[in-house]
Structures are given as C-alpha cells and as structure tokens.
C-alpha cells in the first residue's frame, strides 16, 4: 500500500515570543515493512539544524527561531510505501539492547491493578508470543475508547481505573502490563489509515511493541485490537509517549500557547 501523509502542527502564541527551538522525531522508520518514497518536513520561518538517529534507530532533527514567534508551524508531507509484516519490526537497526526498556516511567508505572490485569491475563500463555497478545487483548477489554476522557498526562494505571482512554492510554497501559512480566515493551508513535469499516481511528496514532525472544519486536495496537499492517506507518519509539514525542520544543517568552493539529491520510491503489 502507498499512502500520502499531510500532517501540520501550529503552536501560536498570545504574546510574542523571543525564540522557539524544536526538536523533531517526524521521519518514517527505515524497516522491511515501510520505504519513504517521498518525505519533507518544514518549519515555517525556522532554520534547519543538525540531524542525527539515535540509539533507537529513530531520525531527529532540530530547528530554531528567531523572535519576535508569534506562530510555529511544522508542515509534513510525503507518500510512505508499507507492507504488512504481521506487527514484526524486520530488518530495523537500532544499538539499544532490549532490556533498557523494562525501565518504569511515571506514565508506565505498575500499580496493583496492572500487576493483577498482567498476571491473570497471561495466565496459561503457551509462550511469550502468546503471553503478549494475551496482554494486548485484557488490555483492549479493560480500557474502552473513548476520545476527551483522558489528557496528555494521564498514566497507565490512572486510565485503567477509569476504565477508558484513546489509543496513548492502551499504549501506556499494554507497555506496563508487559514490563510487570518482566518483557521489554516501548511507546511507538506513528500514523493509521482509516478507512471507512465504521471503526473509530486516530490518524496520528500509537501503539505499542513488545520485545519477543527468538522472534524481535513486536507491534501491538490494542486500541484497534490488531498488530500493525500496511495500514501504519511508524515514525519513533522510546519508553513512553513523553519520549517518544514526534514534536519536542521550548519556546521562550511568556505568552500562553495554543495548539491546533490536523493529520489526512489517503491512500492510493497499486
């Protein structure tokens, strides 16, 4: 499948700011499941700095501002060619050994909820393969979809008492019910195509990959209750979402900042 990205980010400001600085994680990861054919990302008014990937095999660039910034705009567009993988991360280098990411973080913390909902849905798993999509499975059950309920901060453990969340909080919570098992897990963000199966999507999308001995990384979306397909284009991973932020940035000043993003995915037929 090839699908077209066109995704702006627009951060304004209610009082001049004296310079902005971005960093950003916003390129397609180089796997066996996704070629870029095309890919351009812009800051209007921003001048590009340097570039580098980093220990997760993750492209990062930054940009910097001069001031008077009133408005930050980061444009991306560009045509992504994906083939379905079954959720494996093939052929992706990377020089973080898997067990860093069997660290906690605030928004992965386990709580007793989570180490019940692990322990009990795993129960009987023939394998780790098994085990873990036994995890991504209570998860989907134990947190509906439900867009508004929760924030940008909210923890796993918090979104599971709620018992509802967007696809950040299964994310959150799938990755601290695997690390409660002692598997490596990760926060990925990306995008999703949605097509028309009357099913709720997220454009910018995240999900989750759990590390899987004999087989590698595995993507699990228990917001849609599936592993990645041609439908998912990954950009980054890191131990939560807070890491693995596609936009990161300081804007110096005090006016008070408003977001707006908008994200179409299309698709064209091969």
């Not at 990925?188 to 759990?210: K, Q």
């Not at 209750?225 to 991973?237: A, N």
């Amino acid at each position: 499948m090839i699908l077209t990205v066109n995704h702006v980010t627009t951060y304004r400001y209610d009082a001049p700011m004296r310079a902005a600085v971005q960093s950003l994680r916003l390129f397609p990861s180089r796997f066996d499941g996704q070629r870029a054919i095309r890919w351009d990302v812009t800051v209007e008014g921003g001048t590009r700095g340097g570039s580098f990937r980093d220990g997760a095999g993750d492209k990062v660039e930054g940009w910097s501002m001069r001031g008077p910034v009133s408005e930050v705009s980061i444009a991306v567009s560009g045509q992504v060619e994906t083939i379905d993988m079954a959720g494996v991360l093939r052929g992706h280098r990377e020089l973080v050994p898997p067990f860093a990411y069997l660290r906690e973080t605030v928004a992965t913390w386990i709580d007793d909820a989570i180490e019940t909902l692990a322990q009990e849905a795993a129960a009987g798993a023939d394998d780790a393969l098994d085990r873990a999509h036994r995890l991504s499975a209570a998860v989907a059950g134990a947190i509906t979809y439900a867009p508004g309920v929760t924030h940008a901060h909210t923890t796993a453990a918090e979104a599971l008492d709620l018992g509802e969340g967007v696809c950040q909080d299964h994310a959150h919570a799938l990755i601290a019910c695997a690390r409660a098992l002692d598997m490596p897990a990760r926060y990925v963000s990306g995008y999703l195509y949605a097509r028309d199966d009357g099913v709720p999507h997220e454009a910018s999308h995240a999900w989750a990959e759990i590390w899987v001995e004999g087989i590698g990384w595995i993507g699990f979306d228990a917001a849609n209750g599936c592993c990645p397909d041609e439908r998912y284009i990954r950009l980054g991973s890191g131990l939560d979402a807070r890491e693995a932020a596609p936009v990161k940035g300081v804007a110096m000043g005090a006016g008070e900042e408003k977001l707006d993003v908008t994200v179409a995915l299309d698709a064209i037929q091969q």
